[in-house]
């Protein structure tokens, strides 16, 4: 496993209430809003969709962004760890998080733009199943 990085998520009161993961990739937060809460658990997976790299400085941001300004709304921190990439691909990022909700194996996989994920920006967050100390099946429920 690669050396331990960050990761945070923060509670966005934007326009929708959604969920901004970002993992610590190539010097900068690589960034996915989740409308709902990022899975705890192997039984649930959520859309997560790519938006834009942040710097590494925003991972202690909460506060306020000012009306008319892109993203204004309340933050919160929701979650913070450890974050240690296992496989970093194009359409696919497998990964261990260590943070005090978010625990264990997880992946993000790139969804193909087709039926009711159109756009080029969709993936899928989901935490692995662990069986006898290895990584199990997907989960088997929607999104």
Known sequence: MSKSKIFVVQKHYAS????????EIDNVLKSWAVP????????????????????LSYADF??????????AGKVELWDRGAFKPEKIEEDKIVFELDGKKLKGTYVLLKLKSS??????????????????GGAGDLPKNDV
Do not use: C, M, S
Request: charged share 30%.
């Open 16 to 23: 929708h209430l959604h969920y901004d993961f970002r993992l």
């Open 36 to 55: 709902k809460t990022p899975p705890t658990d192997a039984t649930v997976k959520r859309l997560a969709v790519e938006t834009e790299d942040h710097p």
């Open 62 to 71: 909460e506060g306020t962004i000012a009306e008319g300004l892109y993203g």
């Open 115 to 132: 039926g009711k994920y159109k756009g080029e920006n969709n993936w899928l967050l989901f935490k692995k199943k662990q069986q006898d």
